[in-house]
């Protein structure tokens, strides 16, 4: 089993920064996979970052590219998102979500690829 919990969460004007924390608990090798997703509200939930293993390779969307950074601290069991330049559109309900395996890396970015969900923690950027 594997346990996931956010933080670093909060209300930010346009422009802004914030950095979000996942730490992670339980199996390692159920971890090989490890993601940021969000969800605004009447929208689905859509990957932003990922780092997977090995050699902490990692995957953006395109709406977050240059802004965003995933990173991850094996010492502490965290994995991060670093977001800059913040927009109204960021806002929503950030998860963390782990993987074991995905059957293709094309599910990289695919909420169904994960099996592992935190509870999530809200980002609001104000214009």
């Known amino acids: 089993q594997v346990r996931l919990v956010e933080s670093g969460g909060g209300s930010v004007q346009a422009g802004g920064s914030l950095r979000l924390s996942c730490e992670v608990s339980g199996d390692t090798f159920m971890r090989k996979f490890m993601g940021w997703f969000r969800q605004a509200p009447g929208k689905e939930r859509e990957g932003v970052a990922v780092?997977?293993?090995?050699?902490?390779?990692?995957s953006y969307a395109d709406s977050v590219k240059g802004r965003f950074t995933i990173s991850q601290d094996e010492g502490r069991n965290t994995v991060y998102l670093q977001m800059n330049t913040l927009k109204p559109e960021d806002t929503a309900m950030y998860y963390c979500?782990?993987?074991?395996?995905?059957?293709?890396?094309?599910?990289?970015?695919?909420?169904?690829?994960?099996?592992?969900w935190g509870q999530g923690t809200q980002v609001t950027v104000s214009s």
């Open positions: 979500a782990a993987a074991k395996s995905l059957t293709s890396l094309s599910l990289l970015l695919t909420a169904a690829g994960y099996n592992h």
């Open positions: 780092i997977y293993s090995p050699g902490a390779q990692t």
